[in-house]
């Protein structure tokens, strides 16, 4: 199994190479730039390999939810890699690759919580669960929300003093009243975690070897916020 995987969703850049289950990256925390770095990150890594892209199986990106430029960048950039190569594309959840890092983290835990930052005093949330081989899966609808709207699933709700699940992602730093609100629910909270290539990577290969992709026209990207662009009041 030979995975290129890319993310541009928020300020991680970062790429990565799957090769039979060892996964290899490059990331680079940046304000703005990505551009500039995501295509020589897939360089260095197909280089080092000594790998044509065309000898890989898939190409995986990170679908968002995340900044407009960001996950449009990341579609764009895995679009021409698909169309110039003839690779097929699977996307995948940033939410669900933060989930990913978190369940890494705490082995013990089988449900995650991730907020990630919206921005607009808002966040993009989703829960998951760890599947039978430990990787992270849906438990219902990606939103964005405010941070007030943000709700564990009753039936992760084991009574009080024990937690039900595990949290993450930068929504936590950025909105400190959703940590101080679900602190009690949620043990630990790892407030720093951003969705990463590695990730995205590992979580695309049992798409791939199940033939769940598709064509670089569907490689697209999704925001879950409508008013990506908010028209200025008419003055008259």
Known sequence: MKILALDTATE??????????????????LGRGHAEYILAMIDELLAEAALPLSRLDAVAFGRGPGGFTGVRLAASV???LSFGSGLPVVPVSDLRAVAQRVLDLEPTASQVLVCNDAR???????CFERDAEGLARHSGEERVTKAAAVVLPAAWTRGAGCPASVGGGAGFAAYPEL?????????????????????????AAPDVRAGRVVSPEAAIPLYLRDNVVQPKPSLT
Do not use: F, K
């Open 179 to 203: 940590r101080s609100r679900l602190q009690t629910q949620l043990a630990p909270i790892h407030d720093r975690l951003l969705p990463r290539a590695h990730e995205i990577a590992r979580l």
């Open 78 to 80: 895995t679009q021409g």
């Open 120 to 126: 607009m005093n808002e966040v993009y949330w989703g």
């Open 12 to 29: 991680l850049c970062s790429a990565a190479l799957l090769l039979d289950g060892s996964v290899t990256g490059r990331e680079r925390e």
